[in-house]
Structure formats: C-alpha cells, structure tokens
C-alpha cells in the first residue's frame, strides 16, 4: 500500500511540475482512498515500523500541498490584476469612443 501511495505522489508531483494541475488534483483524489486504509491501519500492531516511510510521503505530500498553494495565490493574484485592467478599461473607453477614436483592442480583450 505505501508503494502504490508512493507511487501517486511521485505522479502528483511530475505532473505539478509539468503544470498539469487538474491531473495533480486527480491523483491526489485517487490517492486519498489509500491514505485513509493507512490512518485506519494506524493502530494494528506492527504498523509502527513503516512510519518513517509514512512521514516521508506525508512531508512530500505536504511539499506539494504549499506548491498548489502557491499556485493558487499567483492565480488569484492575475485575476486581481486582469479584473483590474478590464475596470481600467471600461473607464477609458467612454472617452476614447468621444475623441472618434476607437478604443484599442487589447483593453477590449481582456473581459
């Protein structure tokens, strides 16, 4: 079971790097069936061996979690500034429609 864990988060994690962001959610969906057997397995005796490896992927996991994070921010941050762009724009083009000019294009693409 932590080979096949082991396994997706290597994926999630060629896939984030590759920017393949919906596969990288989908694997950690597919992941999340396995992480829970293994917090069920938590208390049977014997288990206690494998948590160096468990940690391992749970800090790899959690490596991806902060670059997902990021991303998201960056993302946020983009629209923020397209939003605000598309505001600017829509206040300029009154005036650019009353000089007989037409208002550029690049301003009108970015809604």
């Given at each position: 079971?932590?080979?096949?864990?082991?396994?997706?988060?290597?994926?999630?994690?060629?896939?984030?790097r590759?920017?393949?962001?919906?596969?990288?959610m989908?694997t950690?969906e597919?992941?999340?069936?396995?992480?829970?057997?293994?917090?069920?397995?938590?208390e049977?005796?014997?288990?206690?061996d494998?948590?160096?490896?468990?940690?391992?992927?749970?800090?790899?996991?959690?490596?991806?979690?902060?670059?997902?994070?990021?991303?998201l921010?960056?993302?946020?941050?983009?629209?923020r500034?397209?939003?605000q762009?598309?505001?600017t724009?829509?206040?300029?083009?009154?005036?650019?429609?009353?000089?007989?000019?037409?208002?550029?294009?690049?301003f009108?693409?970015?809604?």
């Amino acid at each position: 079971m932590l080979a096949a864990l082991d396994e997706l988060i290597a994926q999630e994690g060629m896939y984030l790097r590759g920017g393949y962001f919906d596969l990288a959610m989908e694997t950690r969906e597919r992941a999340e069936p396995l992480v829970q057997q293994l917090v069920a397995m938590a208390e049977m005796s014997g288990v206690t061996d494998y948590i160096p490896q468990v940690m391992a992927l749970v800090e790899r996991s959690d490596q991806h979690s902060a670059f997902i994070d990021g991303k998201l921010q960056e993302l946020g941050a983009e629209i923020r500034r397209i939003d605000q762009a598309h505001h600017t724009a829509q206040q300029v083009v009154p005036y650019a429609r009353s000089t007989g000019q037409p208002a550029p294009s690049r301003f009108l693409a970015t809604g």
